[in-house]
């Protein structure tokens, strides 16, 4: 038996709990997500969160680990279903299949397992599946639910040939920045393709769960009385997407989005709500979750604005993951009569 000295610290909730309720908040945004884009979206949420548990169960085994205990505390289904909600959402299985074994794998097993890993396992899944596979993961669709395929037909569509080149469209930001190379202003570009209402309800081209913006923000305030999640990281986040996006804007407003487009388009909503809000990933201090997510909000800006890439969340967090360690070193409390670095206020206490 191994005995670890005090002092202990207890956590009312277990992993278990905690990610349940995640899982939870996330039903809706899910189920419209199912609605808007039909059977090729549940079978790519299916292979997706398939392909976390069995790479869970995988390294588990290879490690020694408690598989039993790790496919049951929920973690490995969380990321397979953030990963999912990230993905176009007629995208083919293997991509799924491969960013879900990419994500628990390497990102989350390499580096210790649960509660190690530096960077959010989706976020970085993701990033290599979007400069892997570029034409795959930037096929999107117009929320069509009176047109969608039937079960059967859409087997065909994620096991097989996947989406139709017809069908697919650009994003409004792929759109926005398309049309900025061609020097086409911002009143002409947007004409016909942004309305604040249907994007916030999700008539929108997106991944699979990213669109209904409103349904996001109800799942986030419900972790956020449930206290799984505080409000400064969503609060900076968003702060940080839409303080210089209204600068920018009001400077030239031809040239770049408002901070309401840019709150409605894109990831913006899941990210700030339950994915930069990882406890591993970002961090503990008060004021450290303020700068993180600022930085996660400015960051996704700036690459939105001026990036290769139309849409930049992804980047945006896993760049703010490496540096959450040294957030949280330079914003730790100070212990009573002790400055930051522990040395003794008291010069005496020191001899």
């Not at 930069?276 to 201090?285: E, F, G, L």
């Amino acid at each position: 038996m191994n005995a670890i000295s005090s002092p202990h610290a207890h956590g009312a909730r277990k992993v278990g709990r905690v990610m349940t309720l995640v899982m939870l908040a996330l039903v809706p945004a899910t189920l419209a997500g199912f609605w808007r884009f039909g059977w090729p979206a549940v079978y790519l949420w299916l292979v997706t969160l398939l392909s976390c548990l069995l790479a869970e169960a995988f390294s588990t085994r290879i490690r020694g680990i408690d598989t039993r205990r790790a496919l049951f505390d929920g973690s490995a289904v969380l990321t397979g279903w953030l990963l999912a909600l990230s993905l176009p959402p007629w995208a083919p299985w293997w991509i799924g299949a491969l960013g879900g074994a990419f994500a628990i794998i390497v990102t989350k097993h390499l580096f210790g397992g649960l509660g190690q890993n530096l960077f959010n396992p989706a976020m970085a899944a993701r990033v290599m599946l979007l400069i892997s596979f570029p034409v795959e993961m930037t096929q999107w669709l117009l929320p069509t639910p009176e047109t969608l395929p039937g079960a059967i037909e859409a087997l065909s569509i994620t096991f097989g040939a996947g989406v139709p080149d017809a069908m697919s469209s650009a994003s409004l930001l792929g759109h926005v920045k398309s049309e900025a190379t061609k020097g086409i202003l911002l009143g002409q570009s947007l004409t016909g393709h942004y309305s604040a209402a249907a994007f916030g309800l999700g008539d929108r081209q997106g991944s699979l769960g990213e669109t209904s913006a409103l349904l996001l923000l109800a799942g986030g305030v419900f972790l956020i009385f449930q206290r799984i999640i505080t409000a400064r990281i969503p609060l900076a986040f968003l702060a940080g997407v839409a303080a210089p996006a209204a600068l920018a804007s009001a400077i030239a407003p031809d040239l770049y989005l408002g901070p309401l487009t840019h709150l409605l388009s894109g990831g913006v909503m899941l990210a700030a709500f339950f994915i930069a809000t990882d406890y591993v990933t970002s961090p503990s201090t008060p004021l450290g979750q303020w700068i993180f997510g600022i930085g996660c909000g400015l960051l996704t800006w700036i690459i939105r604005t001026w990036g290769a890439y139309p849409e930049g969340i992804a980047f945006a967090v896993m760049l703010m993951n490496a540096t959450a360690p040294l957030i949280d070193q330079y914003t730790r409390p100070r212990i009573f009569g002790r400055s930051r670095d522990g040395r003794a206020l008291n010069p005496a206490e020191s001899r």
